[in-house]
């Protein structure tokens, strides 16, 4: 294989960010103390206004995930009683039908704006 062949993995290994101006590693081969996003959520963590610390690439380049630094990570922020209140209140508002009155189990389709009792020709 030659040195820039796209389909070799180890053309996007670049720990000290020369190539890609931030340390760059091809998927599945970057170092412990790094994660996404999604791997920071399923942590309970959030990224705490760090910026970006490294990236992973496959795919020729084409595809890439950007990596924030554990040790930097903040535990995600929890709703306050006020702010659960206020979803319930909207999540409730948007189970009321505005024909009937009733409250149902299912969301009332916008496009309608009546329950499935009230407007049958929905479903």
Known sequence: MPADDPEDPM???????????????????APDGYATRRQLQARNLRPGGQSVAAQVMWR??????????????????????????????ANRAKRVCSACGQLKDYQIPRSSGACLDCHPEVS
Do not use: N, S
């Open 11 to 29: 053309v996007f290994y670049d720990p000290t960010g020369e190539r890609f101006g931030i340390p760059t590693f091809p998927f599945k081969l």
């Open 60 to 89: 020729r380049g084409k595809r890439v995930a950007f990596l924030y630094r554990i040790d930097l990570a903040l535990p995600k922020r929890t709703a306050t009683a006020a702010q659960l209140a206020a979803l319930d209140k």
